[in-house]
């Protein structure tokens, strides 16, 4: 396989993760996002907390976009302009911006793939609200 050909499918792999992480019954599941999670995972959300992994794996299904209490109408991230780039092997970087119940943010997140692993877990995620009106 070429090395643009590698990339390519190194990003499609980590858009593919990206999106099952906003499927609400992904978010649902504790084991089906764990797969999907780095073990060392840290998040800055819109809002500015920081969360670890465990942390995010406890509160995942009731956050915006689970379908939990927080989300109580089942509604769903609505991703856009997509992309990504291998910034070194076994590392993507993606960027993004969602809608979500008409606040937009952009979006950034690192996925690794470890040299023992076969898949691609999020590593590092940040979102920045979009102020209104942009």
């Given at each position: 396989?070429?090395?643009?050909?590698?990339?390519?499918?190194?990003?499609?792999?980590?858009?593919?993760?990206?999106?099952?992480?906003?499927?609400p019954?992904?978010?649902?599941?504790?084991?089906?996002?764990?797969?999907?999670?780095?073990?060392?995972?840290?998040?800055?959300?819109?809002s500015?907390?920081?969360?670890?992994?465990e942390?995010?794996?406890?509160?995942?299904?009731?956050?915006?976009?689970?379908?939990?209490e927080?989300?109580?109408?089942?509604?769903?991230?609505?991703?856009?302009?997509?992309?990504?780039?291998?910034?070194?092997?076994?590392i993507?970087h993606?960027?993004?911006?969602?809608?979500?119940?008409?606040?937009?943010?952009?979006?950034?997140?690192?996925?690794?793939?470890?040299?023992?692993?076969?898949?691609?877990?999020?590593?590092?995620?940040?979102?920045?609200?979009?102020?209104?009106?942009?």
């Amino acid at each position: 396989m070429s090395p643009i050909s590698q990339e390519n499918t190194d990003v499609n792999a980590a858009i593919d993760a990206e999106l099952q992480l906003m499927d609400p019954a992904v978010r649902a599941s504790r084991s089906l996002a764990a797969r999907l999670l780095d073990p060392e995972f840290v998040e800055v959300g819109a809002s500015g907390r920081r969360w670890t992994y465990e942390e995010m794996i406890a509160a995942l299904p009731e956050l915006d976009g689970g379908g939990g209490e927080g989300d109580g109408d089942g509604s769903r991230f609505e991703p856009s302009g997509m992309g990504g780039a291998v910034l070194a092997p076994g590392i993507v970087h993606l960027t993004y911006e969602t809608v979500f119940d008409g606040r937009r943010a952009r979006r950034s997140s690192l996925w690794r793939r470890r040299s023992n692993e076969t898949s691609w877990r999020m590593y590092y995620h940040q979102a920045t609200p979009v102020p209104a009106g942009e």
